[in-house]
């Protein structure tokens, strides 16, 4: 079989084989219903609430401030929305580079005229210009939600949450966070860096996909975002994806405890990567910040050239998964709502490298090998598999 590189980790990640075991009694011998009160009912029961003293206690929350959910999708949708049906929000401050479940909740509550919206200035490297935040804040005493994510999934840029949390507070706003691509990746006390709902997702951090959890803080009070029985104490009805549940704490577990190993694992990968690329494509620059960034993304923004329209496609063919940060549709490729947002050329091309646990050296060097071919000969020297 030929070979494939996996460089696509903040779309995906691969599950541990640790949680794949702590998970499989819920896939088999232990189905009780949650809600039951028999002895089935009352094992599964049992591990959902362990799990979720587990979640709550990695990021310092209390147990009754974690509420499980499919994933950051549903976990930022429910935030935003919550905040204005709930909380009564008025005005939602957010960014032009958040991720699409972040940017299509916002619109959908302003195209409904259930909210005001505003958006704070970003610098090239997708971050937001705080000055600007501060004055957006300062000018409507209108009760606000800030929306802004702490790491930027395409770019990688990272954002300031303590000075954010500060900010907020200071002007009395609610704040929500996307916090997906850090969650298990970066130490995040709720205690020490006050914030209203954050989001987390499993298969993130090497858990099961379809999982995730809602931080929210006990003085918000809300109403159920899925109407039905009484599961996550009514906030969110519906029969709970227990092994989901075990597998995500058993993988959150585990990625705090080896954080440091990972992160200086993957930190020496990246800058490895980096330097390669500079080598075989000196017109290359990095549109995430250089130094306010995840340790497991680089954006690589690559020169103009016969090979930029295709570079995807052709790393797919060569055997690495990458991601272009584009958006598909009838056919044509088109820049991302967040580069077009930095103002990057759409005549160059954007790719995100994506690193993980299990990524090596071996992986970066084959990754290299084949860009310098494809850079070097165009596309059309790439042939397709027979
Ligand atoms: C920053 C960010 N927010 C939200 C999501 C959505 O998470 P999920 O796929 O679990 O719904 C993602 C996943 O791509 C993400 O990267």
């Not at 909740?105 to 505003?118: A, K, P, Q, W």
């Not at 600007?132 to 209108?142: I, R, V």
């Not at 802004?148 to 395409?154: D, F, G, K, R, Y």
């Not at 009484?230 to 577990?253: C, D, F, P, Y």
Request: hydrophobic share 40%; glycine share 8%.
């Amino acid at each position: 079989m030929s070979r494939r590189v996996y460089l696509d980790n903040a779309a995906t990640t691969p599950i541990r084989q640790e949680v794949l075991e702590a998970m499989m009694p819920f896939l088999t011998s232990n189905f009780g219903n949650p809600s039951s009160i028999h002895q089935d009912g009352r094992t599964t029961r049992a591990a959902i609430e362990g799990a979720r003293k587990m979640v709550a206690g990695l990021i310092g929350a209390s147990t009754g401030e974690i509420f499980f959910t499919s994933g950051g999708t549903e976990s930022n949708n429910m935030a935003i929305k919550c905040a204005v049906t709930d909380l009564g929000v008025k005005r939602i401050i957010t960014s032009p580079a958040e991720h699409h479940c972040v940017k299509n909740s916002v619109e959908h509550l302003h195209n409904r005229h259930m909210v005001g919206v505003d958006l704070v200035r970003i610098d090239r490297y997708g971050l937001p210009d705080f000055a600007h935040l501060e004055e957006l804040l300062s000018s409507s005493d209108a009760p606000t939600l800030v929306s802004l994510m702490h790491a930027n999934n395409e770019l990688g840029s990272l954002l300031d949450l303590d000075a954010l949390s500060t900010l907020c507070k200071k002007y009395g706003a609610w704040l929500h966070s996307d916090t997906v691509q850090t969650i298990g990746h970066y130490q995040i006390n709720v205690q020490q860096t006050p914030i209203d709902f954050l989001s987390g997702a499993a298969h993130k951090f090497y858990g099961p996909k379809g999982i995730g959890f809602i931080y929210i803080h006990n003085r918000c009070h809300i109403e159920p975002f899925i109407d039905g029985g009484s599961q996550e104490r009514n906030m969110r009805a519906g029969t709970e994806n227990i092994s989901g549940i075990v597998g995500l704490a058993k993988a959150m577990q585990l990625a705090y405890t080896e954080l440091s190993e990972d992160v200086a694992l993957i930190s020496e990968l990246k800058a490895y990567m980096k330097e390669r690329i500079s080598e075989i494509c000196p017109d290359v620059y990095f549109n995430g910040h250089p130094t306010q960034s995840l340790y497991t993304v680089l954006n690589v923004s690559f020169p103009p050239g016969p090979y930029a329209e295709l570079l995807i496609m052709s790393l797919d063919i060569a055997g690495i998964s990458a991601s272009g940060g584009s958006a598909c549709s009838s056919g044509a490729e088109s820049q991302s709502h967040v580069l077009n947002a930095i103002g990057h050329p759409t005549n160059r091309k954007a790719v995100r490298f994506s690193f993980s646990r299990n990524t090596t050296r071996e992986d970066i060097d084959f990754t290299i090998d084949q860009l310098a071919g494809i850079l070097a000969m165009g596309v059309h020297a790439v042939s397709l598999p027979a």
